[in-house]
């Protein structure tokens, strides 16, 4: 346009051919020079645009902006400009107004940009369905005006929401046609957010090789568009993939090559995210100090450069590593502060992953109310953000709580959730467990035969998939049920199965607890010095491994092994024993069982003051347990020893 009026200027002032020639070589000179910097103050106004819009850009890789930042348009500037002060406050309800105002104003490839604008809002605002009509009305309309620059960018953004939310074979189609047409128009910044997606969809479908393929070409591209900053973040995403895949020392290798980049670059945020990157791998190396260390050089970068996301993240690792040393309440603390920082940016995985964690610190200390608040509310946010896998542990974790507050028929409704998941996925160590869990609630509400089933498969499929931890835990639960249905013999073979199982990781504690099963079962075959033999052993591995309340349920089993073999005094021994381990634990209804063995035991041998002192306590707990059925029991045994008449009088 340029070029074309200054060239009809000079033809009007008559000049003859040879200077006519020259002038237009001098306008076309000026007019190369001024489309160059023309472009580069559009490029300026791009860049000032992306990093004004860095939340939009981090949620879906990339922010397409076609001519927008300099529209000709003033209105049409204005409108594009209110949207992104609005987007600048996450305020992505009214920005996705503006731009919707917009569009009525905008050419066809601007309309293409406002509406993947609008659908990143979308996506910000967990509504992923609203988001992928926003770029499927993008895709028709770039399509329609023939900009294929929009069409690379729109196809991108549904690839991107189609693995996110599951859709295999639309994510991969949509991601390579972005990616072949980016690589056709020499779109950079699009071809290399499109290998990320691809390397990020492989990464899920753990296909490493292909992802490391993908990451590889991504630092490739951005270092050959001068992005070395992007590069970085590449490295570190190639070091996360080979850390999936197991090769700690090739992923460590990847986070120093971008932790290299990084400091030739004076990239602070990048050198801290890297240094957390090496830490997480001392950590999972078991080489805890040096992740310590290394974290902690982190964490001091984070406090210099004040940004708050990375600081959210590294303090989630923090957490993780304290954990890891055992140090619970300093992991607590970390995880609190890593839940409100992730709140204040609006990280709703890190929310999830935070909430998570601390619902697991719960449920290890007996705090089961709490845990259930705590994976209900990472359930609801891995919901709405359509992230199925973790969603498939949330509500395991919804499941356990509900199991230790002995609501079992709520606990199988979400784990049956939680296995339909996992058989989605085709994650058979998630299955595993679920249905180890499952198995666990289905004997709580008295599902004996069903429990059964499902724990016969969880073993099978323990066997398959090599989770010998599973395979443990299914067996002494199948023994568990074996036990309630009177199979003693097979609860006797069960149970000692899970015993070799558990021998091989030297968890005391879990041992113990299969003695427990062997002894009562051998107990019931009057296999009685057996059962002594095993009940004894078990008493020593809950002795060494402060498993109380497993010691005085074997103290209990002892006292029955006892009266049997005719030895009343020692098993009245065995249960003062086992009572003052309950009353140390502060559970009332294993307190009030022990008095009622206790009452009727004294009374067996015409102790009946001490049994009525017991038996009155039993009473009086059984009432307090709103226990009516036991505290009937427990009452008629109290009335019935000679010269009764006192106690706790039931309503």
Known sequence: MIALV??????????????????????????????????????????????????????????????????????????????????????WDKAGERWTKAMAKASPSEAVALRVLCGICRLLLSQPSEAQAQFE?????????????????????????????????DAAHWLEESLHLSRRLS????????????????????????????????????????????????YGAAGETLFRKGELEKARAAHEDGLLL?????????EAERLTAIGVIHRAEGDAQRALDVLERAFHIHEEIHQTAPMARLLHELALLHEQLGEWDVAHEYHERSLELSREVGDRNLQARSL?????????????????????????????????????????????????????????????????????LADQKAEAWVSLYLGRAQRGAGLQADALRILERTQALARKIGEERVLAAALAEAA??????????????????????????????????????????????????????????????????????????????????????????????????????REGEGDLRAQAECLMELGRLLAGAGEYEAARARLDRAVRLYVKLDDRERAADATRALVGLPGAGGGVQLV
Not at 393 to 417: I, N, Y
Request: proline fraction near 1%.
């Open 187 to 234: 779109l950079k910044e699009l071809e290399a957010a499109a290998l990320v997606r691809l390397a990020g969809f492989a990464d899920a479908e753990e296909q490493y090789e292909r992802a490391l393929g993908f990451h590889r070409q991504a630092v490739a591209v951005l270092q050959a568009a001068g992005d070395r900053a992007a590069a970085v973040r590449q």
């Open 356 to 424: 998570e964690q601390m619902a697991e610190h719960c449920l290890s200390h007996a705090a089961p109310q709490q845990a259930l608040a705590q994976f209900e509310e990472a359930a609801r946010i891995d919901r709405e953000d359509a992230r199925k896998r973790d969603l498939c542990h949330d509500l395991t974790g919804v499941g356990r709580s509900l199991l230790q507050l002995d609501r079992g028929p709520e606990a199988a409704k979400f784990l049956a959730d939680a296995l339909a998941l996992s058989l989605e």
């Open 6 to 91: 200054v060239t009809g200027l000079l033809a009007a002032a008559g000049a003859g051919v040879a200077g006519w020639l020259l002038g237009r070589r001098a306008v076309e000179s000026r007019t190369a020079k001024l489309e160059r910097r023309l472009a580069l103050l559009e490029d300026a106004a791009g860049r000032k645009y992306r990093d004004r819009l860095a939340t939009m850009r981090r949620r879906l890789g990339f922010v397409y902006l076609d001519g927008l930042p300099a529209a000709a348009d003033s209105e049409l500037a204005d409108m594009f400009e209110a949207g992104a002060r609005y987007a600048t406050q996450a305020e």
């Open 480 to 581: 568990l049920v074996q036990v309630g249905l009177g199979d003693w013999s097979g609860a006797t073979e069960t149970a000692l199965a899970a015993l070799d199982q558990h021998r091989k990781f030297d968890d005391k504690r879990e041992q113990a607890h299969d003695l427990v099963q062997i002894g009562a079962a051998l107990r019931h075959q009057s296999r009685l010095d057996e059962a002594k033999s095993r009940i004894e052993d078990g008493i020593r591995l809950a002795h060494s491994s402060e498993a109380r309340e497993i010691e005085a349920r074997l103290l209990s089993e002892m006292a029955a092994v006892n009266l049997a073999l005719g030895n009343p005094d020692l098993a009245r021994q065995n249960l003062e024993r086992s009572l003052a381990l």
């Open 262 to 270: 990084a400091r030739q670059l004076h990239d602070r945020l990048g």
């Open 137 to 169: 009305a993008a895709l028709a309309v770039s399509r329609e005006a023939g900009d294929r620059t929009g069409t690379a960018a729109t196809l991108l953004a549904l690839g991107s929401v189609a693995a996110e939310q599951g859709a295999s074979r």
